[in-house]
């Protein structure tokens, strides 16, 4: 009884606060979304406000009883939680219903559950079980492959539901890896690819742009430094994306690029000679990375037309501009563009929206809800509910770095980046600057499993926090 009440009194109390601003003024926006002046009914509980308000009240008694939980309970257990939310995940997958297009979900009665949103809290307690332990070095192969099952595995699981948004998520992850010691190389390298992608997807100009580039890094080495592997890699790779450039550009027939290829290919067989007989591993080096450039440059292509679907594709395509679709795949960010624009400064006021009472948002109260906000509350409200995440942002990775607990400090950043992603594509995707994948916004969106979700991943850290002090392995 004492611990318990030590407990409460070291709770942050300001997080608690934020929490509860973030929930009401979501609730506000999702009865705004939902009001009908000709409805005398108000607000029952078979309409989305009076579900909300069920899940927020059993959110309450949850947050009660996970205080009552010993913080060592979530170490001890983190692997179980995550074997038991994988099973779920698969279940989903062989027994769920498909909603929207997605076979993530369990039916009961009325109340549909869906498992991933519960599988980022087990994943999140896992790594930070993994890389918690004393003799934990990011650079073993085993912590490798025990990071990567646990990061890689659910977001699989949840691809094969058709879910791409949720796994995108686990994306997150490498957010804290980077902060547990992960070279930024490697974030740069994730951002240069995906750069890359969308830039090949615009203009294939970029090829060219790259390899002109290519062509003067390499003069530049030749006439100072006179380094073979970087003189090589530069103008073989330059003049690969050159003629591959001129290709794209000008309808040529893309076969000419065969020859170069050829010729690329025969340099390396040589180089790699030199790099067997005379131990130059730079040489190698550059092998690999020239390679691999030339690799990427025809996988870029191959993964958006032969691995995305359809759909994928299309809402790609819209956001790029590349393609004009107001009344089809477009439809939902024109309209939710619309909506946000005609807000203004000020905003129409609560109740006043016209976008969000006649329908013409799809998904108003879940994906896209902060339409409801930008229409209704303006340039202010937006303002308002975007520093409110960045406080709870902020706020979380300061308690993440006073913990004395490794495993406290790592699942707290889990906490943050999961929440980061969550917030950032989901009011991106709103005003066009994210494809429409699909994930709710944080103590928005309707529903109680994202709700729940979000609540326990946010209160565990909590829990964790009072004991800070503490060594918690």
């Given amino acids: 009884m004492r611990a318990t009440i030590r407990s409460y009194k070291n709770i942050d109390w300001m997080t608690v ?20 002046p000709e409805d005398i009914s108000g607000i029952t509980l078979a309409s989305e406000p009076g579900k909300q308000l069920i899940w927020i009240g059993l959110s309450i008694i949850m947050i009660g009883v996970l205080f009552l939980i010993d913080s060592k309970f979530f170490v001890e257990f983190a692997y179980i939680f995550f074997g038991i939310s994988i099973l779920l995940l698969i279940m989903a997958l062989l027994f769920g219903v498909e909603i929207n297009g997605a076979k993530a979900w369990f039916k009961i009665g009325s109340i549909r559950l869906q498992p991933a949103e519960m599988t980022k809290v087990a994943a999140g307690l896992a790594l930070a079980r993994v890389m918690s332990r004393y003799n934990f070095n990011m650079s073993k192969l085993r912590y490798i492959l025990k990071m990567g099952v646990i990061v890689f595995l659910p977001a699989i699981i949840i691809l094969l539901q058709n879910d791409t948004g949720s796994a995108l998520v686990y994306a997150a992850f490498f957010l804290v890896f980077f902060r547990e010691g992960m070279s930024p190389v490697f974030l740069f390298l994730i951002a ?20 002109i580039f290519l062509l003067f890094a390499g003069y530049i080495y030749l006439s100072k430094q ?13 003049g690969f994306l050159i003629v591959y450039s001129a290709g794209k550009l000008t309808g040529w027939d893309t076969g000419l690029v065969i020859p170069l290829i050829a010729g690329i290919a025969a340099s390396s067989l040589f180089l790699g000679f030199k790099v067997l007989i005379r131990r130059l591993p730079q040489i190698g080096v550059a092998l690999i990375i020239l390679w691999g450039l030339t690799a990427y440059t ?17 809402r790609i395509l819209v956001m790029l501009g590349l393609e004009n679709d107001p009344q089809g795949i477009g439809y939902n960010v024109n309209q939710s563009k619309i909506a946000i624009g005609s807000g203004g400064f000020y905003g129409k006021g609560f109740l ?33 509910v975007i520093l409110l995440f960045l ?33 950032a594509i989901n009011i991106g995707m709103t005003i ?8 709710p916004l944080p103590f928005f969106s309707y529903g109680g499993s994202s709700f729940w979700g979000f609540t326990i991943l946010l ?9 800070r002090a503490e060594l918690i392995r």
């Fill in 298 to 314: 025809y996988s870029t292509n191959y993964f958006f037309d032969s691995v995305l679907s359809e759909y994928q594709r299309n």
């Fill in 226 to 238: 006179k380094r073979l592997a970087v003189i090589t890699s530069a103008i073989t790779a330059g």
């Fill in 432 to 439: 066009g600057l994210a494809p429409v994948i699909g994930i």
């Fill in 352 to 384: 006043q929206g016209t976008q969000t009472k006649f329908d013409f948002v799809p998904e108003q109260t879940t994906d896209f809800i902060f339409c409801t906000v930008g229409e209704e509350w303006g340039f202010i409200g937006t303002t308002f």
């Fill in 192 to 211: 240069l690819a995906a750069v890359i992608l969308i830039a090949s997807l615009l203009y294939p100009i970029i090829y060219l742009i790259l390899g």
């Fill in 17 to 36: 606060v934020i929490y509860a601003l973030l929930v009401t003024f979501g609730w506000v926006n999702i009865y705004a979304a939902n009001f009908d």
């Fill in 459 to 467: 209160f565990i850290f909590l829990k964790l926090d009072t004991n």
């Fill in 391 to 423: 406080t709870l942002l902020l706020r979380i990775i300061f308690l993440a770095e006073r913990q004395h607990s490794a495993f406290s400090r790592i699942y707290g950043y889990g906490v943050a980046a999961i929440f980061f992603m969550h917030i």
